[in-house]
């Protein structure tokens, strides 16, 4: 009982000294709640930069916030060329929370061309450098009230805006960037229609096949296609199935979207095109698992 009674003593006095502590020290932010909402929505008219017409080409995109504690919001660009050289980041397009209020938790019809892109960037030859393959890719820099950043980095070289919202669909609230690529008309009859596939080297993967693959078009973009199943039906085995994936025909180089089989699975370039013989090869790696492989489709 004197135990029970000395114990009891103890506790009761580590409770009288927490509850004296400064209460600044110990207060749980109440103001976590108020991240950042801004989304950006594409003008699905101009999803690329027309090499065809470079003069006219641009990004036009609305955008949207409910947010009440914005101090500024940067639309920053940056060019990246087919050979992989890449440019400064410039900032083309800015905004304050006045300027949200102003449109009621909208502004409209914003665009930003081409030529402001090169100009921005100070890209050397101007718009006669670009070719079919290069990328324009704009970046949403959010900064509050308070100086929080987003996007920036938290632990583990983590973002504070997580994954799920960056790659979700543009009904987020959230928009961390577009990528715009500078393509050529696409050869639609040439490149749609049933292939066989063969996955020809891979880390784990080798010589699986699927003799009924589809290849059609998708859009918006008129360059945007869909392969029916990326992996050869090498997941079967593992309880898996034909996996789907979008690609890009830019300007000849095909350039594959990322998608899901047993993980994200993303190109790691290096894809050709062969329209006189019908063969298309992508290069894939997914995450879960860490595998990479080639596959080469053949037209039937």
């Known amino acids: 009982m004197k135990n029970i009674l000395k114990y009891l003593g103890v506790f009761l006095l580590i409770s009288s000294m927490v509850s004296c502590e400064d209460e600044n020290t110990i207060r749980i932010p109440t103001d976590m709640d108020k991240g950042p909402n801004l989304r950006v929505q594409l003008d699905q008219g101009f999803l690329f930069i027309d090499f065809d017409d470079l003069a006219g080409a641009k990004s036009k995109f609305d955008v949207f916030s409910q947010s009440e504690n914005l101090a500024l919001v940067e639309i920053s660009v940056f060019h990246i060329s087919v050979d992989g050289v890449v440019s400064d980041t410039a900032t083309v397009k800015s905004y304050t929370q006045a300027d949200i209020d102003t449109g009621n938790g909208q502004i409209l019809g914003q665009e930003v061309t081409a030529q402001a892109m090169v100009d921005a960037i100070g890209l050397v030859g101007g718009l006669a450098s670009l070719q079919g393959g290069d990328s324009f890719n704009f970046l949403n820099t959010t900064?509050?009230?308070?100086?929080?950043?987003?996007?920036?980095?938290?632990?583990?070289?983590?973002?504070?805006?997580?994954?799920?919202?960056?790659?979700?669909?543009?009904?987020?609230?959230?928009?961390?960037?577009?990528?715009?690529?500078?393509?050529?008309?696409?050869?639609?009859?040439?490149?749609?229609?049933?292939?066989?596939?063969?996955?020809?080297?891979?880390?784990?993967?080798?010589?699986q096949t699927n003799d009924n693959v589809t290849i059609a078009f998708q859009g918006p973009e008129p360059f945007r296609y869909v392969i029916s199943d990326v992996s050869a039906l090498?997941?079967?085995?593992?309880?898996?199935?034909?996996?789907?994936?979008?690609?890009?025909?830019?300007?000849?180089?095909?350039?594959?979207?990322?998608?899901?089989?047993?993980?994200?699975?993303?190109?790691?370039?290096?894809?050709?095109?062969?329209?006189?013989?019908?063969?298309?090869?992508?290069?894939?790696?997914e995450s879960n698992n860490a595998l990479s492989w080639q596959i080469v489709f053949t037209k039937k």
């Open 234 to 285: 090498a997941y079967v085995p593992f309880g898996g199935a034909a996996y789907p994936g979008d690609f890009y025909d830019i300007c000849g180089n095909p350039q594959g979207l990322a998608t899901s089989t047993f993980g994200t699975t993303t190109d790691t370039g290096g894809g050709t095109w062969d329209p006189v013989n019908g063969v298309l090869t992508l290069n894939y790696f």
């Open 143 to 207: 900064t509050l009230d308070n100086g929080v950043v987003y996007p920036s980095i938290t632990v583990n070289g983590n973002s504070n805006v997580t994954p799920n919202i960056v790659a979700a669909s543009g009904t987020t609230s959230f928009t961390s960037g577009w990528t715009l690529f500078v393509g050529c008309p696409s050869d639609l009859e040439a490149i749609e229609g049933e292939y066989t596939s063969v996955i020809v080297s891979g880390n784990y993967f080798t010589g």
